[in-house]
């Protein structure tokens, strides 16, 4: 076939070069992770282990390293759970303020971030509310909640309410229905929803560093030392969150593959 | 999918809806959140947007004033940042679409024959969620920096002038905002394409289409709500934001866009008034760009 031909070569060789270019930054991250490096890590001096090894030397680095897993794990946490009732909603019942709603739910995701920084930072100003841990979580809260709401409607919307009436036949309570029923179905796009928001609020910056007053996440930190050198134990970290994530999604593909592969056996 | 956040809206399976009081009771925590958190936030931005200084008060302490002048003010002051925001956002969106379509065209598309390709590729495009995006910018910095191998190289083989700069210029921002938005156009984009019928494109080439004439007649409108979705998650955080334009990262005096001097006003100078008047013309200005952008593409619905 003739019109393949620009895929069969040109194509795969460009797309395998810019994937390779994606990747750059993160392999002078990972590889610098290992550099025998005093103060500033820029230039390469050689190898050690020995920033793997005393990862929480570098000052306030695993601090805000735990702030970052706070914030992420109860932003994620909020979010889903405000973001899927009202994906339900949406999706299951007729009221008056449904396109208000959507549009509601649409302009945090068309606001630039740092409108909603400077906003939310301008009413905690008013308000005389300390920023701190909690000005974080509320504000990842808020840009976390939209994606939320997207990613579970898609889900609900294709699930057979058929199910669920088979369930209230069966004399089963509203409450026996929906933890028996309609929450398991539910269950892969509210996780999917929660590692989005996860991943958005662990690697939010320009929100965090508007509402954070002094306390640090693990962003903000790299922003902070920017200015006079990043320790190499934030490449430690950096590398080490990354190589979880990936065998993360690794595993997470293969098993759901095997998973399909199972299903589509028939049975013998 | 969420990347494609603003694609998928449109296809919403019909179920039979009812009334009933349960909706509000499922609707209100988030609606009460969006008006505290969200609402309320513009409100107070638009308040102090119009404040003065307060001549009793300390420095940073404002009163409202209706001092709408504040806004003649910033644009006077930080207009060319203004600009550059949107230049820089738009050069950034179309490079980055210019990049991402055949990488997603392959992984939607060219690789459907190979699972393990499609997965491998997938996984690599969405890989640099994984790391600080602030990391990779710096690592960016420094593989470009004055003295690195790159750069000495690419000087003594003359591609280079001897006196040439990375940082700090409008290349090394531009640059570092394509790079950074690269996953958030492939993403939305496949999504589209690989639901793309394949049959389609054998009746084109039956009715003696050329392959060119197939794709830009079939392919292409058929993942226009991709593009849009791509576009729009690229061009909006893009045009606010400030980490790639500064001293620290890849920018210098001559590449600050309008997030900087949001950011240097309210966290530095302490003019609140200056940076709330910034950030609620790059937000109307934002809805009205995405509004007609919307509206030419054909994709209203999503609203």
């Known amino acids: 076939m003739s019109k393949f031909s620009f895929g069969k070569y040109l194509l795969p060789l460009y797309t395998a070069l810019a994937l390779l270019f994606l990747l750059i930054p993160i392999a002078y991250t990972f590889v610098f992770s290992f550099n025998d490096s005093v103060k500033s890590n820029i230039v390469w001096r050689g190898f050690t282990l020995d920033n793997w090894t005393t990862v929480c030397r570098a000052q306030g680095v695993c601090e805000s390293f735990v702030n970052s897993i706070i914030v992420g794990v109860t932003a994620t946490l909020l979010a889903t759970a405000i973001g899927t009732a009202m994906a339900i909603a949406l999706v299951r019942y007729r009221f008056k303020f449904r396109s208000g709603t959507n549009l509601l739910l649409f302009l945090p995701m068309a606001t630039p971030e740092i409108v909603m920084g400077a906003g939310l930072a301008a009413q905690f100003l008013s308000f005389g509310t300390q920023k701190g841990l909690g000005t974080i979580i509320i504000a990842h809260t808020l840009f976390c909640l939209s994606f939320v709401v997207v990613t579970v409607k898609a889900r609900v919307a294709s699930l057979d309410p058929a199910l669920e009436e088979a369930g209230r036949d069966l004399y089963g309570s509203p409450a026996q229905v929906f933890w028996r029923i309609t929450f398991p179905l539910l269950l892969p796009g509210i996780m999917a929803a929660a590692l989005l928001s996860f991943a958005l609020s662990f690697d939010d910056f320009i929100i965090t560093y508007f509402n954070s007053g002094s306390v640090y996440t693990f962003p903000k930190y790299v922003y902070i030392t920017a200015a006079r050198g990043i320790p190499a134990q934030a490449n430690v970290i950096a590398s080490a969150v990354f190589i979880f994530a990936i065998l993360l999604v690794v595993t997470t593909q293969v098993a759901s593959s095997r998973k399909a592969k199972k299903l589509a056996q028939p049975i013998s | ?303």
Do not use: C, H
């Open chain 2, 1 to 303: 999918m969420a990347f494609a956040a603003f694609a998928n809206t449109a296809e919403a399976v019909d179920v039979p809806k009812k009334k009933s009081k349960i909706a509000l009771v499922l609707l209100a925590p988030g609606l009460a959140y969006l008006a505290l958190f969200f609402l309320t936030p513009l409100i107070s931005l638009i308040i102090t947007s119009l404040q003065a200084p307060d001549i009793f008060g300390d420095i940073g302490d404002y009163v409202y004033a209706f001092q709408w002048q504040n806004y003649v003010t910033v644009i006077n002051e930080y207009g060319v940042q203004f600009m550059r925001s949107f230049v820089y956002a738009l050069i950034a969106t179309l490079a980055a679409l210019l990049v991402s379509y055949p990488i997603a065209y392959f992984i939607g598309v060219t690789a459907r024959k190979w699972p393990v390709i499609q997965g491998l590729a997938l996984i690599l495009v969405i890989a640099p969620f994984f790391i600080s995006f602030l990391l990779r910018t710096l690592a960016w910095k420094q593989l470009f920096s004055d003295n690195s191998p790159t750069i000495t190289f690419l000087k003594s083989i003359s591609l280079l002038a001897p006196d040439a700069q990375f940082q700090g210029s409008n290349f090394a921002v531009i640059f570092g905002l394509t790079y950074n938005f690269i996953p958030f156009m492939v993403l939305p984009i496949y999504t589209s394409l690989e639901r793309l019928d394949l049959r389609l494109l054998e009746a084109g080439s039956d009715l003696y289409a050329k392959p060119s004439t197939s794709f830009w007649k079939i392919t292409v409108p058929l993942s226009m709500p991709g593009v849009v979705s791509g576009v729009l998650l690229t061009f909006i955080p893009a045009s606010g934001d400030f980490i790639n334009a500064s001293s620290e990262f890849l920018g210098g005096p001559g590449t600050q866009m309008v997030g900087n001097a949001i950011q240097s006003n309210f966290l530095v100078l302490n003019d609140y008034p200056a940076a709330a008047a910034l950030s609620i013309m790059l937000m109307a200005v934002i809805l009205i760009i995405v509004s007609v952008y919307v509206k030419r593409s054909g994709t209203e619905d999503l609203l």
